[in-house]
């Protein structure tokens, strides 16, 4: 596994954040990767819309794609807004000679979400020699009818993800969508979820397309890395910020424990109650938010980050367990509490493991530190080395 795979996403800029080279850069980087660059244009646009497209010299890409792979090395590519039909047949020969050896992930970018056309039809004849050399590509449904169908793109020889998400409600999508993954000898792959209710779907197809290329450059299959991407997608989506009225940003900094990179992680433990309206009540004086509640015997809350945890109603008596809650203002935390009628074992003190730690219990008698450790949790001066 390459513990950081570097990413290079050629496309266009989005002055409102939503999409394009931010939202890779944001994807890339929430997925483990180290994410660089080839701007291909510069957009003024916001959640209403494109008011100006203004495109980048054919040699100026050329030369920021030559600076990074002389340099850094790439372990895949992702290819957005590509500008014009010079600027595609470039980037075209320009990739040629890796195209064998690192992932290339196409995004035909031709209609934004909100209508822009971004590609004229020159651009979109010459995506054909970038289809020539692409690993995977990934049009939306329009994109799709603009390339020439399901056929046109399979002849270049590119395995084809046909994206359901611009299915309307009437035309067989219903409440559920299908994502298909294609190839030369038929359908590897389909994936059916409910379609999520948000008017926040900026950048959904470049959060995608990064997604599967930062995947690929951790050595994961195409498979398993387009499963991987849309389930980002989704988590991204569902935590959109709802920043405007409609057609905002996604929530990409809110998926950063639900990327499931490789490496396993911790993320969720459950912990017994003895007194399960009691136990509720006071993870919520903590200031945890429930999001499942299953009286008498189950319940879930949600940490800032992401992290969950859980209650589940025993006849047990509380172990030795300890359950760990950091704050960077723990002490203002706790005063807070004390205030709220919570009684503690120990008040905020340092600790000679580099900790500041407060200690009470909750109502089944399970111990529960609230603390800061800031880098000293991971990186404490006796950090193993290597």
């Excluded at 997925?31 to 244009?41: C, E, F, K, N, P």
């Excluded at 470039?90 to 690192?102: E, G, H, R, T």
């Excluded at 990934?138 to 056929?151: D, F, K, Q």
């Excluded at 298909?180 to 590897?188: A, M, T």
Aim: with cysteine; net charge negative.
């Amino acid at each position: 596994m390459i513990k950081t795979p570097r990413i290079l996403s050629i496309a266009g800029s989005d002055s409102g954040g939503g999409a394009g080279i931010q939202a890779d850069i944001k994807t890339i980087t929430m997925l483990g990767g180290h994410a660089m660059t080839a701007i291909t244009s510069v957009t003024a646009q916001n959640s209403r819309g494109v008011d100006a497209v203004h495109g980048i010299p054919t040699q100026m890409v050329l030369q920021q794609i030559d600076a990074v792979i002389s340099d850094f090395g790439i372990d895949a590519v992702k290819i957005g807004m590509i500008g014009s039909a010079e600027t595609t047949m470039a980037v075209a020969d320009k990739l040629a000679d890796i195209a064998d050896s690192v992932p290339i992930i196409l995004d035909p970018v031709i209609v934004a979400t909100s209508g822009a056309v971004l590609a004229d039809d020159a651009t979109i004849a010459a995506f054909g020699k970038l289809m020539d050399i692409a690993t995977l590509t990934t049009p939306n449904l329009p994109e799709l009818e603009a390339l020439g169908g399901e056929a046109a793109v399979l002849e270049h020889g590119s395995v084809l993800l046909v994206k359901g998400g611009h299915m309307k409600v009437g035309q067989g999508a219903g409440d559920m969508l299908t994502d298909r993954l294609i190839g030369q000898q038929g359908e590897i792959a389909a994936w059916s979820d409910p379609r999520i209710d948000t008017p926040h779907m900026h950048g959904t197809g470049c959060t995608l397309s990064s997604a599967i290329a930062a995947y690929m450059g951790h050595s994961l299959p195409l498979e398993d890395a387009t499963a991987r991407a849309r389930h980002f997608v989704r988590m991204a989506l569902h935590s959109a910020p709802d920043i405007v009225p409609g057609n905002g940003p996604m929530g990409h900094g809110d998926v950063r424990l639900d990327a499931a990179l490789p490496m396993p992680m911790l993320n969720q433990f459950t912990i017994g109650c003895s007194d399960y309206t009691a136990s509720v009540a006071f993870y919520k004086k903590l200031g945890f938010t429930q999001i499942v509640d299953s009286p008498p015997r189950y319940a879930r809350f949600e940490t800032g980050g992401g992290v969950t945890f859980s209650l589940h109603a025993t006849d047990k008596a509380p172990g030795d367990n300890v359950i760990y809650f950091e704050s960077a203002n723990i002490d203002q935390w706790c005063a807070e509490l004390v205030q709220s009628s919570l009684t503690f074992d120990q008040m905020p003190r340092d600790e000679s493991w580099g900790w500041r730690e407060a200690r009470l219990r909750d109502p089944h008698g399970n111990s529960v530190c609230l603390y800061h450790a800031g880098e000293n949790r991971r990186f404490p001066p006796w950090r193993i080395k290597g």
